[in-house]
């Protein structure tokens, strides 16, 4: 047992500081933990989701915390500001709707670093966010852990459903990015912008 738990450890490590710097692909985490504990340990499977959430949910406190304090100025030093014009809209959007915002940003590839950082400019109180951000976090540690379960239980060996879990989400992710860029440049076509200004 004490091995799991180390493990459910590093879950959690590995997702917190991946919601800090965006480039740890977490959801292929939890969802390798979850196909891992299918085959290994299948009562721990709800340890992976919670161990996945707690480590989603104080990473996302502790960058929204440095949002909060560090401004625009450090988000834009530690290269979390990309876009400032796709910011805006999602400022816009928070101000009419901010807590379905917040739910549902962690489930959209690409969605969650935007919101939390427009969040943080526009000044959404900490209750709010860690209200709205709680039940984010366990949605999308719910999900991952799934697809991770899925390619667990098509799998013979656990390494096969590890391997098939992060290439699905993978997959998932470079579809979605390439759909919402597609779908960005479409909305900034000549006729578009011209029209606008």
Aim: charged share 15%.
């Amino acid at each position: 047992m004490i091995e799991e738990l180390a493990a459910l450890g590093w879950l959690l490590l590995v997702v917190a500081f991946g919601a800090i710097v965006p480039v740890v692909p977490t959801g292929a985490a939890v969802s390798g933990a979850a196909a891992l504990a299918f085959h290994e340990h299948p009562l721990t499977i709800g340890l992976v989701v919670a161990a996945g959430a707690a480590g989603a949910y104080a990473g996302d406190l502790v960058m929204y915390a440095m949002c909060r304090f560090g401004g625009e100025q450090l988000a834009r030093r530690l290269r979390w500001l990309r876009d400032d014009e796709h910011l805006t809209g999602v400022k816009d959007r928070l101000k009419q709707k901010q807590v379905p915002v917040l739910l549902v940003s962690r489930l959209i590839p690409g969605g969650r670093v935007p919101v939390l950082l427009a969040a943080a400019f526009v000044g959404i109180s900490w209750r709010t966010f860690v209200v709205a951000n709680l039940p984010a976090c366990a949605l999308w540690s719910g999900v991952y852990a799934t697809i991770g379960l899925a390619g667990g239980s098509i799998f013979p060996e656990p390494w096969q459903g590890v391997v098939a879990a992060v290439i699905v989400i993978l997959i998932v992710n470079q579809t979605l990015t390439w759909f919402q860029k597609r779908r960005t440049r479409a909305g900034t076509t000549p006729s578009t912008s011209g029209a606008s200004g």
